[in-house]
Each structure stands twice: as structure tokens, then as C-alpha cells.
């Protein structure tokens, strides 16, 4: 019997900003370096690994807005869950190039060059390893602002995957004087797209979209207005969604809790690829069992 691959604690950071002159507000999507062995291009929200330093007591010093006690309770666990936010912020940061902090002196802006450069060498600096997140904050003299973040969904990769995450999923407003810049390495550009448009565009195959990223796209389509969305995440009661796999016909099916097969899903035999982008629940996935990735 082979011992099921434990999920790790990620989070993820949905960025939105309303747009100028009206229209529908947009949410920023990077797309992963064509190279990665897991999703390789597709478009995703910034996001990653609860790092030990996240939910570290020092981590949460350079918190406000939150305590972990708080955080804890909106994530439904015992304790640790200032991480989940700490590292949403953390990897917006390394990713995209955005900083939810506040100094002394009010909220972090890049408008000035001089702030900006210095900011992008504490970027480069931490994406290779050579400085900590924690250091910079504390350099710069800053605090993380997690009330800015509200909590929208909570995925559990379904067993059977190569990779599985407990991901938090999060929304933020994008600061003023910030602009999103990708790193150019595990991420290799960025998009800001109304989610209505970026799911058309994924339907007609222009762009690639994991499957949780999908379904989070279309829940916040509902909303025109980052103020809306915000609003309606702190009232929002969160359930754990947990997908299951099973092999039918000449495919794999993804199915959701409440689904009338959810109980009956028998998960991926051995040899059977995980499909790690199928398009909608319930399909059948295109790609046919033992079929290799693509």
C-alpha cells in the first residue's frame, strides 16, 4: 500500500485593482516559466510554500492587522495560520514585485526611482537567496499589513497529484504608487485581465489555467468593484474543498464535494497521469489514462 503524499501549506494572493474610467475590475496572473516541471506556462496567481520563517514569532512582530490568534480563527485552525498570510505577502513580493507593508510614514509606494531600484535589489537579493524576507522588512522599517488581505477559498490538491498543497487562497487591492514587474524566471509575464476575460480566453486555448485558479476566476467574476469583492470576503464562510479523481472511459474525471459521485470517486490507478489542468468539473479530462503530460 503506497503511504498518501501529505499536502504542504501554501498560500496565494488574488491582486485586484479596479480600472480607470470604469469597466470591470481586473486581478493580476503571471504565467510560470515554460520550463517548470509542475504546470510548466500556465497562468496562475502569485503564490507559493509556507516557508518556517513565515509563522516564525519573529514574522509575526512584523505583522499588523492581524494577530496569529486572529488569523488562526478566519482559517479555522488550532494555531500557525499568520503564516498562510505572511507568505501570501511574502511571495506577491518575490513574484510580482508588490509589497503590502506600511512604514512609520504611511503605506509602501515605489513612485519615487530611487525607492523603486532600492526595492527591486531587496527583490533580486531575496529570490537568490542572499538576504530573507524578515531582513528587508526590518531594514526598511517596515510592517506587513495583513488586514489588507482577505481570505476567499481554501483547495486541497487531490491525492494522486505529484505535488500537493493546502493552499489558502487570499484577495488583496493593489497599493497605490505600485506597479506589478514578474521576475522573469520562475515567472515570465504578467497579465492584468477581468476574470470573465481571462476565462473566455482560456476556453478558447489563448491561455492556460489551473483547475483551483479556474473555479477561483469565475467566483470573483461575480464582482465589478474591488471594493464588492473585498466586502464580500470578510463576510464570506470558507468550506475546505478537497477534489477527487476517478478513471472513466477513455479519461480522468475531476469531481467537487456535493457532486453526486464525490463519495463514489475511486482516485488514479498506477500509471494514470494526474491532470493537472482539466477545464471544467465533472469533464472528462482530454488527456486518456497513462497518456503523458503535456
Known sequence: MTDVLLPRPAATLMLVRDVVGGGPMEVLMLRRNTRSTWVGGAYVFPGGGVDEEDASPEAASSCRGRT??????????????LGYYVAAVRECFEEAGILLAVSDDGPVTFAEPSVAARFEDHRRKLNGGQVGFLAILRAEGLHLELDRLGYLSHWITPEGAPRRYDTRFFVAVLPEGQEALHDDEEVIASLWVSPSDALVRHEAGEIDLMFPTMKNLQAISRFSRTEELVDAAAAASVPDILPRLTVE??????VLPGDPSYESATGLPAGVDFPDRPREAGDVSRRRPGRPGR
Do not use: Y
Request: aromatic letters at 0%.
Open 249 to 254: 472511459g477513455e479519461g480522468v474525471r475531476i
Open 68 to 81: 496569529d490568534e486572529e488569523a488562526s480563527r478566519v482559517l479555522g485552525l488550532p494555531s500557525g495560520g
